[in-house]
């Protein structure tokens, strides 16, 4: 997993940037309209430290933001089912499910769950891959940048290390939990906070 020079500079500037499978080249030159509505509402994504210090209940504020800026682009929630079928007789289904859509490109946020949900992510962009719906997948989570802020605005407790976060997503990555599916990881940093 390396740093990308495909993901243009004033976005790597917000975003710590990884990549497994050379990702940002794919949305680069394969799907440049995704690419194009990525880069454009990570460049318009902001979050506040009020927004930071509030509680969340089932969703804060802030994935809600990412929503406002991809849905009107046409980015819907993506399901898939899957199931083995063994003498005409269903074994077992599965539902997969992703929070944004477009075309052959996935992409998830995970601001502050459990770090639990990096695998259910994982293995949702795998078997879009390995069923052929997906060519890559993006997730935006929180770098560890952020832990000082936390700290200082009196919430690092809420924000603690079995949540979602960068360190817990990218040792999932290097352990092959996505399979083969490229996938780009964008981490938010505190040039995206603002007063």
Known sequence: ???SDHVPADVADR?????QHHAAALLAH????QFSDLCDA???????????????????DIPKVM????RPRGWVEGRLTASMTVDGQTQRQDTHKVDYLKGRVAFDM???????????????FRTFFEFDRIS???????????DRLFASLGVK???GASTTHMGKLLSRLRAGRSGGCPVLVLCITRKVVTR
Do not use: C
């Open 1 to 3: 997993m390396i740093w």
């Open 110 to 124: 995970e601001w502050n769950s459990k770090d639990q949900t990096f695998d259910r992510d994982l293995y949702a």
């Open 157 to 159: 407790a809420k924000y």
């Open 42 to 60: 990570l460049r318009a994504f902001t979050i506040t430290e009020e927004m930071i210090t509030k509680p969340g209940g089932n969703e804060s």
């Open 15 to 19: 975003y710590a940037v990884h990549e």
């Open 67 to 70: 929503s406002t800026l991809l």
């Open 30 to 33: 394969e799907f440049p309209a």
């Open 136 to 146: 890559v997948g993006v997730i935006l989570t929180r770098s560890l940048d952020l």
